[in-house]
């Protein structure tokens, strides 16, 4: 696990109405002056805003100022996100060219919001401003004078004009009477730090679930067996399903419904926002009780004529704590779970709560003083020892073994 931070500013109107928030990256494991590490840095805000807090949770209802550069508008990037939710925010150090001119011109037809960072009006800009709907002017980069020129030759190209880094209410008002109608900078609201703690997904495990999720025959089965197997890809899925942009018809008990919920498509724009991220492995021996509770839940299940799906979900997230860092309260309430598997988890309570009570507290040497649902003692310590070996083969094949 690792702390992360994200910078949020927020963009008002011209009644001084939140529009949007910018989002921007704060850390320092990445240099924003290298073109390569710049695309990751946007690659990780995205990761870490949608996958990690959650769209909703960051920005409420409102829209998200990203960064991106000429490698993220070339690889597409952008199409992996809501376009109702996101606004491109072209960065001034882009060179355009006619590869970017159809990245653009592709994005802003796919229902995509495009602003240009920094803007200053050139030829070589021409070409891109019937695809724009936002024009960025820095307040600070220029004297009033040159920034009022500037605004008065983007007047007919009947752009959203977003003054930003504006310091004082004379600018504002002054900015306001010449035609901008977005405002930003530090004399409405300072950025302030969003943190939260990323939860590292095996890259093994990640690059299985995208070769699985964008085969030509994808297979439901294929993709649901992956993600079942990793508690912080079960935990991704749902917290992506409960916090970015879906009306949830129902409340989810089990990945395979999750997974039938978003659908091949929707699932396949997950596991490539997945992607962007900086994967890296976690600890094996939390990976390993996860497992062996999971399996464990999902046998007894068997062997009281159960459906097991639910009762290895509440066996893998009843260890969301450790892996997050949280709260188990804290970690439930950010997922989409059926009132069932929350209280199961939370307090042990119903039948599936009771199965996990009793794998959680199983401890193989009590063999005789460990019956449950009259099931045989030796079949239970058979169960465990499955789940044991089971576990261990998930893990070899990702790569934790050992």
């Known amino acids: 696990m690792t702390a992360f931070f994200i910078g949020r500013q927020q963009i008002f109107d011209s009644k001084l109405e939140t529009f949007a928030y910018e989002l921007l990256f704060r850390g320092t494991h990445f240099d924003l002056s290298a073109p390569e590490e710049a695309t990751h840095a946007t690659n990780q805000v995205i990761s870490d805003t949608i996958l990690q807090i959650g769209l909703n949770e960051i920005v409420g209802p409102h829209k998200a100022f990203i960064n991106f550069t000429d490698q ?4 597409k990037t952008p199409l992996n996100l809501p376009n109702d939710r996101i606004v491109i925010e072209v960065l001034e150090t882009v060179t355009v060219n006619d590869a970017i001119i159809n990245s653009i011109r592709e994005l802003s037809q796919a229902g995509f919001t495009i602003a240009l960072d920094d803007f200053v009006l050139s030829d070589a800009w021409l070409p891109v401003l019937e695809y724009v709907d936002i024009i960025k002017i820095d307040v600070l980069a220029n004297d009033l004078d040159y920034t009022r020129r500037q605004i008065e030759l983007l007047k007919p190209y009947k752009l959203r004009l977003l003054a930003e880094k504006v310091q004082t209410r004379e600018e504002y008002e002054l900015l306001k009477s010449w035609g901008c109608e977005l405002f930003q900078g530090f004399f409405f609201s300072e ?3 969003v943190s939260g703690i990323r939860m590292d997904v095996d890259h093994a495990s990640a690059l299985q679930l995208l070769a699985a999720a964008n085969k030509a025959d994808a297979c439901y089965e294929d993709i649901g067996r992956i993600i079942g197997r990793d508690v912080s890809l079960s935990y ?6 409960n916090s970015a942009f879906f009306a949830l018809p129902m409340e989810i008990e089990s990945i395979p419904q999750a997974i039938s919920f978003l659908g091949l498509k929707e699932l396949q724009r997950w596991v490539n926002i997945l992607m962007l991220s900086s994967l890296s492995v976690k600890p094996r021996i939390v990976l390993q009780f ?9 046998l007894l299940a068997h062997e009281m004529g159960e459906d097991g799906d639910r ?3 509440v066996g893998m997230l009843s260890s969301a704590d450790a892996i997050l860092g949280v709260s188990m309260d804290r970690a439930v309430q950010q997922l989409p779970l059926t ?3 929350a209280e199961a988890i939370l307090h042990k309570s119903g039948k599936t709560g009771q199965v996990l009570e009793y794998a959680m507290s ?5 063999v005789s003083a460990h019956a449950f649902q009259n099931i045989d003692p030796q079949r239970v310590a058979g169960i465990y020892l499955d789940s044991i070996l089971w576990a261990g083969a998930v893990l070899g094949n990702i790569g934790l073994n050992g």
């Open 339 to 341: 009132q069932e598997v």
């Open 311 to 313: 009762y290895f979900l």
């Open 290 to 298: 996860a497992l062996i509770r999971a399996r464990m839940c999902e």
């Open 236 to 241: 991704k899925l749902l917290h992506y399903i």
């Open 191 to 193: 950025p302030h730090l």
């Open 362 to 366: 199983y401890q193989p040497w009590e």
């Open 72 to 75: 993220n508008l070339l690889e």
